[in-house]
């Protein structure tokens, strides 16, 4: 009994730490707020971290993974394990509220719902519409600059009314 409340004690406290693990491309949102961090739990002696990609081939998974063995050492686990789940996909919904305000407080755009799996998915090569506001001013007269930003899972937008520019998060 002693020995499964030391247990749960420190999947807990595994859970919290894992938590607290920035993404690498996003820094003002925890793996946690993006949706990324799926499960904490303990097996066998061994930490093992679920993380699921925004993106298939998502280059900061590796330092995603990198990071949670760190933290998580450096907290005293001696054995983490990171596990790559790709079912279900991840969705832009699975984004906090907290990481959606942490994401317009640092000017860029959160991502709206999104759409409904009802079936393949058209590949189209014109731009996806959106209805967006500027994260700076919150004019809804904004313009697409590049359908592909920094990062794969992010598109460039400039705001007609204050002139800025700014990131905004696909809906996936």
Do not use: N
């Not at 079912?87 to 317009?104: H, V």
Request: glycine share 6%; with cysteine; hydrophobic share 40%.
């Amino acid at each position: 009994m002693i020995a499964q409340a030391v247990r749960a004690a420190d999947e807990v406290r595994a859970r919290e730490v894992a938590a607290t693990v920035t993404d690498p491309e996003m820094p003002m949102l925890t793996l946690e707020d993006l949706g990324v961090l799926r499960d904490v739990s303990l097996t066998d002696g061994a930490v093992v971290v679920a993380i699921t990609p925004t993106y298939s081939g998502c280059p900061a998974m590796a330092t995603m993974r990198d990071d949670l063995v760190r933290r998580l050492g450096d907290a005293g686990f001696a054995d983490v394990r990171v596990r790559v789940e790709l079912q279900p996909a991840w969705s832009s919904d699975w984004i906090t509220e907290r990481g959606r305000a942490a994401l317009a407080a640092h000017g860029i755009s959160p991502p709206g719902a999104a759409p409904p799996p009802d079936g393949p998915i058209p590949l189209t090569l014109l731009p996806t519409r959106r209805a967006i506001g500027c994260p700076r001013c919150g004019s809804s007269e904004v313009e697409l600059t590049s359908e592909f930003g920094p990062t794969a899972c992010k598109a460039l937008y400039r705001c007609t009314d204050c002139r800025e520019p700014f990131e905004h998060v696909k809906e996936i």
